[in-house]
């Protein structure tokens, strides 16, 4: 299961039953792509969608602040019934799907760059990752390169600007496609033949990608392998929804006002659903933002 990172617990403690749905977290509107992937792959499962926007990106805060984030949130969606979490985030896995792993009752998944994948591909053993810089960083993520590089050549890249530019609904103006441009030209002149999306938020860049860089780069998305993994897990709990109709919409929340997300969602996912504002306050943003309560 490349990219996906398994539950340790195949007996969940939740007590929850399979019509209960499963909560998908991502900082902002990267994790719709993981969304996307999983109503492809499990059409039966009622899902609760949490965009942090208001916190966005993860991949600028430091450490502390991301784990306090992704717990916040993960008892928010236990609170709402929730019988399964997938971390849709690199940034928020890379830093804390240990311990919220080991305080969450619920079975979760994680997500993070398909280095083992885009190794097993790449004929020029030239390999690009674009991540964000605290995913770059990580541990986690040196563990991944010592584990599965072998003798490809990683060229990692932040892509600092493209999580707030997808934020901001951009996935085409000529500003992105500049920036974009700016961190794929000197993996292809290193002579990279695949491309590691190593941050929910850049699937939805695809198009921007392919028309930079044509079919020189193999794309390596983890979003399907992540919802295979979901599946799995499910499975091993016995809590796989057959009943609830294809056709049911999302419940989407956002920590900002939505409106962007109702966008993403409709242009990208075609799901016309509305997005609920919601205030989940945790340690850290009690501390910045007294006003929330
Ligand atoms: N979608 C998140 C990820 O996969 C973006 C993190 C951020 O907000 O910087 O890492």
Redo the contacts with the bound molecule.
């Keep these: 299961m490349p990219g996906a990172v398994p539950s340790q617990k195949p007996n969940g403690r939740a007590a929850s039953d399979a019509s209960a749905p499963v909560g998908i977290f991502?900082?902002?509107l990267?994790?719709l792509s993981v969304l996307r992937a999983v109503r492809a792959t499990l059409p039966h499962e009622r899902l609760i969608y949490v965009a942090d926007s208001r916190h966005?990106?993860?991949?600028?805060?430091d450490d502390d602040f991301i784990v306090d984030r992704t717990m916040a949130i993960g008892e928010w969606l236990v609170g709402q019934g929730a019988k399964a979490l997938v971390v849709?985030?690199?940034?928020?896995?890379?830093q804390s799907i240990a311990l919220v792993r080991e305080r969450l009752p619920i079975p979760l998944v994680g997500?993070e760059p398909g280095v083992k994948p885009a190794a097993a591909v790449s004929k020029s053993r030239v390999v690009g990752v674009l991540?964000?810089a605290?995913?770059l960083r990580s541990a986690r993520f040196q563990s991944l390169l010592d584990r599965y590089a072998g003798d490809c050549r990683f060229i990692c890249q932040a892509g600092h600007g493209l999580?707030q530019a997808v934020e901001r609904c951009d996935t085409s103006s000529p500003a992105l496609m500049a920036l974009l441009e700016s961190y794929l030209a000197p993996m292809l002149d290193a002579g990279a033949d695949t491309l590691v999306l190593?941050?929910?938020?850049?699937p939805f860049l695809d198009r921007a990608i392919r028309d930079i860089a044509g079919e020189r780069l193999q794309i390596i998305d983890t979003s399907v392998a992540i919802a295979r993994q979901l599946d799995r897990l499910l499975d091993a709990h016995a809590q796989k929804s057959v009943s609830t109709p294809p056709e049911t919409l999302p419940r989407f929340y956002s920590t900002a006002d939505g409106e962007t997300q109702r966008q993403l969602a409709a242009a990208l996912l075609q799901l016309d659903a509305k997005v609920e504002h919601v205030d989940i306050p945790s340690r850290r943003t009690r501390l910045a933002e007294p006003d929330i309560v």
């Design positions: 991502d900082s902002g990267g994790g966005a990106p993860y991949g600028e805060r849709a985030c690199n940034t928020a896995t890379a997500v991540a964000t605290v995913t999580v190593g941050c929910t938020h850049y």
